[in-house]
């Protein structure tokens, strides 16, 4: 049974930094993707980053050279790197995981992956 458990969300203010882990367990598959997802009150869930078995990433434009996704080499736990926080970072953060990868489709990089497991989130919440 996968399982993915978020942690590391809190409460910083504007400018600050959290690191958030996803700890997975369960799954086998040596050709997958992950990633960080979010949700806001009111709002549709929105990818913030994404990685893939060989390392490759997407970022939302949202976050680009503020966050940074990462994942250890047994791909057990899954992390982003939140840096210079801004109050609309402020939502619900999801990590999942599934099947598939990160290819060039022209004229971009986009993914093609099966988002199959989800964790229960991790609340982020960035003050003015």
């Known amino acids: 049974q996968v399982q993915l458990v978020e942690s590391g969300g809190g409460s910083v203010q504007a400018g600050g930094s959290l690191r958030l882990s996803c700890a997975a367990s369960?799954?086998?598959?040596?050709?997958?993707?992950m990633g960080w997802f979010r949700q806001a009150p009111g709002k549709e869930r929105e990818v913030v980053a994404l990685?893939?078995?060989?390392?490759?990433?997407l970022y939302d434009d949202s976050v680009k050279g503020r966050f940074t996704v990462s994942k250890d080499n047994t791909k057990t736990t899954l992390y982003l790197q939140m840096n210079s926080l801004k109050p609309q970072d402020t939502a619900m953060y999801y990590c999942?995981?599934?099947?598939?990868?990160?290819?060039?489709?022209?004229?971009?990089?986009?993914?093609?992956?099966?988002?199959?497991?989800w964790g229960q989130g991790t609340q982020v919440t960035v003050s003015s």
């Open positions: 999942a995981t599934g099947e598939g990868a990160i290819r060039f489709s022209f004229p971009y990089w986009r993914p093609f992956c099966d988002w199959h497991y």
């Open positions: 369960g799954y086998t598959s040596s050709r997958y993707c």
């Open positions: 990685i893939d078995s060989t390392g490759r990433t």
